[in-house]
């Protein structure tokens, strides 16, 4: 076991054991199209014996990576075959910060999918536990669904299961949705809601912000929240989105590390869902479809989950990289 994930069972292909044989491991980049960067997804039984994916062996796997097209790759996925009933797989994400350090506190819906694609895409869903966030999220191919479910706008790739949806599957009114207790707080002066659904996240509407520089305010808000909440200030948790009301509904528009996100994480979505879902909180609900920079993006709440709907991601590669085993003892 390693970090609460169970080794898989059964013999690795020939080529994965002859990569391990070698001290290397044979990894997956997976692109979640609404994402900032892609995902490098290593499957547990293909880690040689003895890794336990921490700093160090992290650290020199992203030097390997600088001789490749994905230098800057900034997120990692760990993933195996979970040993709770009626979970398919365990998945540990791992946040690479531009400092060099390591972030394992925070969780990435789209990793998480990537995770799944990088399983090989077996029919039906797929449940799968965030282990960092304590998540359980079912991921269904679009066709899995009946169809009245279906969006009606959705295309004939979407309906053969090109997208998947996901289902947190928590209660949005579960204890602890509310880290504060309160629907709104009001940080540095705004009122703000901080919703724990996936993420945490802090969602402000985007007329407290000022047009000059929203990115800075938002940044504030977010080192008060984090101080607020017990994160060290290098924490790339919270994270923070800014919402505008408007005739053809909610535009939203989030930071990610390093700037602007493209579209809206997983994981905003689903908080943005559930915090809708709340009496009292700042983001009116119910939502549904939200505009972003990037697209739309399709949330659902019931009364005991969050969906994310038409999400997709595509296996873009795989590499054959050194891992060097760190002692701990």
């Known amino acids: 076991m390693i970090g609460g994930f169970m080794e898989q069972t059964g013999p690795a292909g020939a080529g994965v054991a002859a990569v391990r044989a070698r001290g290397r491991v044979l990894a997956y980049v997976v692109r979640a199209d609404d994402a900032p960067g892609p995902t490098l997804v290593l499957p547990l039984d293909h880690l040689p014996p003895g890794a336990l994916a921490l700093t160090g062996e992290l650290t020199e796997l992203r030097r390997a990576l600088a001789d490749t097209p994905y230098r800057d790759l900034n997120k990692i996925a760990v993933y195996g075959r979970s040993a709770r009933p009626g979970v398919d797989l365990d998945y540990r994400f ?48 679009q066709d899995a669904f009946p169809q009245s479910h279906v969006p009606q706008d959705a295309s004939p790739q979407d309906a053969r299961g090109a997208a998947y949806t996901l289902d947190f599957l928590r209660p949005p009114t579960a204890p602890g949705t509310l880290p504060t207790g309160r629907p709104v707080d009001v940080i540095d002066g705004v009122p703000v809601s901080v919703v724990r659904y996936g993420n945490p996240y802090v969602f402000v509407d985007a007329r407290h912000l000022p047009a000059a520089d929203p990115m800075g305010r938002m940044l504030r808000l977010r080192s008060h929240t984090a101080r607020m909440l017990g994160y060290p200030p290098h924490s790339p948790l919270p994270k923070i989105a800014a919402f505008a009301r408007t005739p053809s509904g909610l535009a939203v528009r989030a930071l990610t590390v390093g700037g602007w996100h493209p579209r809206l994480a997983l994981t905003g979505a689903a908080a943005l869902a559930a915090a809708g879902a709340l009496d009292g909180t700042v983001v009116p609900g119910p939502v549904g479809a939200v505009r972003t920079p990037g697209g739309p993006v399709r949330v659902s709440a019931a009364p005991d989950r969050v969906r994310v709907h038409d999400k997709r991601a595509r296996l873009v590669t795989r590499l054959d990289l050194p891992w060097r085993i760190h002692a701990t003892a």
């Not at 400092?99 to 789209?110: E, I, L, S, V």
Request: hydrophobic letters at 35%; proline letters at 8%.
């Open 94 to 141: 791992v946040q690479a910060m531009p400092d060099g350090r390591f972030d394992f506190r925070t969780g990435c819906g789209h990793s998480l999918l990537a995770c799944v694609v990088a399983d090989g895409g077996r029919p039906g869903p797929v449940t799968v536990r965030a282990v960092t966030t304590g998540e359980t999220i079912r991921c269904l191919p």
